[in-house]
């Protein structure tokens, strides 16, 4: 069966919504889908308890489970429930992947007195001042767990750097003694320091806690995979080991599926080189095509909508995505593929041969949010579903299987067939249309000479393919045309 990943959640679900509890209760229906992995967000307590998705590291040992940063509970829920919401996941036979995020932590414990030097911002390896000392809150305690599971008790030699009064500090110890991390993003000189506290890599003690912490989370709840976080600001030697060593933790080879936020092949690539190909990555890329497709529209060439892209130079290393909770509006990566492309966009990952496609929470279910602002004069808003998404993801499940042909043709249209299993009922063809309602010459192969094709939710419009499986097919206009064998 095709494998379709579910982002089970977007920057803007609140503890109401109770997540875990929610998932519990869709995993039957996750499965009916198609959904055979789902990535679930970071379930340790942020530093700011439930007023961010997680992102915002404090404890990585407390899965809703003690009194710190305000509540018991993360945003999504207590301990308890995410375990259910996993067991229930994988009862529905779905599984599991963990999102990781070890670039950084926040909402230190208690103040050190510190040697920092402060960098230019846009130059982090320019020192701009002499080393000073600083209180900074850089030491962990975690008093509400109180040493359970873990006593390690994180201080500034575990952090490279840090914000303060919204100056970047490099922390002066034992281990920069050569300043940031060699990381991948060489941007502002370097890009090692994203937020909060930034850990140091380069502290053996780090990365063997960071190793124990990863067994004991798999054998505490039990999931399937993981989702890597930042993996740009972090050196390239860290995940390769770190994966190496916890490998045996799970009983199948795990799906490993990296960030790496960067919409050009150069950085992709050489990470997948520098890696040793240990995992899989977003394709960043193509997400990008899909932006350009949604903001330029009539005037986007199609036939180049995979140039450039992990899925069409790489694609057994790429994870399609049209968005996520970072490309959400007023995310820091804010690149929302507009409802006028959407599902243009997602017929091109879940009905092709490339790559594994990821869904958004917030493109299946439609979201709706507060934009954060001034209390007084919030924006709300609305992001509609794709309506046509669940439909989409049935095809891929049930019909897009089999050999794939390209008729890349023309600006405003190009299609695909997939011709289909020896299972008489699987096979489709698709059309994007960007313009008026047009005719495609597609090919089925010759074994479906004679069969008749209706458009997935429309009867009405059919075709007959000749003796040779050639039909011309209508695309209606500025939208996705799909067909499918009559059962
Ligand atoms: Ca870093």
Redesign the pocket.
């Known amino acids: 069966m095709n494998l379709t990943i579910f982002q089970c959640f977007h920057w803007y679900n609140t503890p109401e919504e109770r997540l875990w509890v929610f998932l519990q209760e869709k995993a039957g229906y996750f499965a009916e889908l198609g959904i055979t992995h789902v990535w679930l967000p970071p379930a340790y307590k942020s530093a700011m308890g439930a007023g961010e998705p997680g992102y915002a590291v404090y404890d990585l040992y407390d899965l809703g489970e003690f009194d710190q940063k305000g509540s018991v509970p993360t945003r999504y829920g207590t301990l308890q429930e995410y375990k259910a919401a996993i067991d229930r996941l994988h009862e529905a036979g779905i599984k599991v992947l963990a999102d990781i995020v070890l670039?950084?932590k926040l909402g230190g414990d208690k103040e050190e007195q510190i040697p920092v030097v402060t960098v230019d911002a846009e130059n982090r390896k320019k020192w701009i001042s002499e080393e000073h000392w600083v209180s900074a809150p850089t030491l962990f305690t975690f008093p509400g767990r109180a040493g359970k599971y873990s006593d390690f008790i994180w201080d500034h030699r575990c952090f490279?750097g840090l914000k303060l009064n919204d100056e970047i500090k490099l922390i002066r110890h034992e281990y920069t003694d050569k300043g940031w991390?060699d990381?991948p993003a060489q941007d502002r000189g370097s890009f090692?320091?994203?937020m909060g506290c930034?850990?140091e890599f380069r502290n053996p003690y780090v990365r063997e806690e960071l190793k124990k912490w990863a067994v004991w989370y798999r054998e505490k709840v039990g999931f399937d995979g993981w989702r890597l976080d930042g993996l740009k600001?972090?050196s390239y030697d860290f995940f390769p080991e770190w994966l190496n060593a916890t490998g045996e933790i799970f009983p199948q080879k795990p799906l490993v599926i990296g960030e790496y936020w960067n919409g050009d092949m150069e950085p992709l690539n050489n990470y997948l080189e520098k890696t040793g190909y240990c995992m899989q990555l977003f394709d960043v890329p193509l997400h990008f095509r899909f932006f350009e497709g949604a903001s330029r529209l009539h005037e986007f060439d199609l036939r180049t909508i995979r140039d450039g892209t992990l899925m069409h130079t790489k694609p057994e290393y790429a994870i399609t995505f049209v968005d996520n909770h970072d490309t959400q509006p007023k995310q820091s990566l804010e690149s929302f593929v507009g409802a006028n492309f959407k599902t243009h966009a997602y017929a091109f990952i879940l009905l092709r041969e490339q790559g594994i496609p990821c869904v958004f929470y917030a493109d299946f279910f439609g979201a709706s949010y507060h934009d954060g602002g001034d209390e007084n004069n919030q924006e709300k808003i609305v992001i509609e579903k794709v309506s046509f998404l669940e439909q989409l993801m049935r095809i891929r499940k049930e019909k897009a299987y089999g050999p794939q042909s390209d008729h890349f043709d023309s600006p405003n249209l190009i299609g695909w067939t997939r011709q289909g299993t020896d299972d008489s009922h699987t096979g489709c063809a698709v059309l994007l249309n960007t313009g008026d309602t047009a005719e495609l010459s597609m090919e089925m192969g010759q074994k479906n000479g004679g069969r008749k094709m209706v458009v997935a939710g429309n009867n009405d419009l059919s075709v007959t393919l000749d003796e040779q499986g050639k039909g011309n097919f209508t695309a209606q206009g500025n939208i996705v045309t799909i067909y499918v064998f009559q059962d």
């Open positions: 670039n950084h490279t991390d990381v090692d320091y994203l930034d850990i600001h972090i």
